[in-house]
T-cell receptor, first 108, second 118 residues
């Protein structure tokens, strides 16, 4: 079974706009990770946020974590066509579980 | 190139058959994870090995089995294949298995093996 659920399932924006994706999870966590997947390819790790952190930045990525609501968000600022991909949140240590993903399309 | 090598990239077979998917983890990584990705089920965790030992089992069917060898490569065996087994199978590796409350395992994924069962 999947641990996290991303919202929305699909998102379409214009280049230069910001994209926000949300993830909700069910059980308590030590950390939460976000991964990206280009169509049909392997997932790539983007960023990790620990349970005692509320916000983390990496380049154009901003991740927030609200453990009281069991939710996280991923913000991509100034999006580019190359950001078109599916984005997944993941929780767990040994048996890492992934959400269903948000499919982001950035139109040039 | 992520450093995680999966073979074959594509595989087409018939129902009832058996296939073996192979994974070589990134150099230095001791832990291997297997995932199945299909359109209707999303990315499902199957099984995880650390330094040759099974550490966690997920939604892996009894028809499926896996192992990690002394050289750390891993194989996923799928038998009595059904149409519904058609999917992308991913292998991922991490440096170690962290179990403490402050730890985290960051996964490096291979490119996947696409299995089509006809």
């Amino acid at each position: 079974s999947q641990q996290g659920e991303e919202d929305p399932q699909a998102l379409s924006i214009q280049e230069g706009e910001n994209a926000t994706m949300n993830c909700s999870y069910k059980t308590s966590i030590n950390n939460l990770q976000w991964y990206r997947q280009n169509s049909g390819r392997g997932l790539v790790h983007l960023i990790l946020i620990r349970s005692n952190e509320r916000e983390k930045h990496s380049g154009r990525l901003r991740v927030t974590l609200d453990t009281s609501k069991k939710s996280s968000s991923l913000l991509i600022t100034a999006s580019r066509a190359a950001d078109t991909a599916s984005y997944f949140c993941a929780t767990g240590l040994i048996d890492m579980r992934f959400g269903a993903g948000t499919r982001l399309t950035v139109k040039p | 190139d992520s450093g995680v090598t999966q073979t074959p990239k594509h595989l087409i077979t018939a129902t009832g058959q058996r296939v073996t998917l192979r994974c070589s983890p990134r150099s230095g990584d001791l832990s291997v994870y297997w995932y199945q990705q299909s359109l209707d089920q999303g990315l499902q965790f199957l099984i995880q090995y650390y330094n040759g030992e099974e550490r966690a089992k997920g939604n892996i069917l009894e028809r499926f089995s896996a192992q990690q060898f002394p050289d750390l490569h891993s194989e996923l065996n799928l038998s009595s294949l059904e149409l519904g087994d058609s999917a992308l199978y991913f292998c991922a590796s991490s440096a170690r298995v962290v179990q403490g409350s402050s730890g985290a395992n960051v996964l490096t994924f291979g490119a996947g093996s696409r299995l089509t069962v006809l």
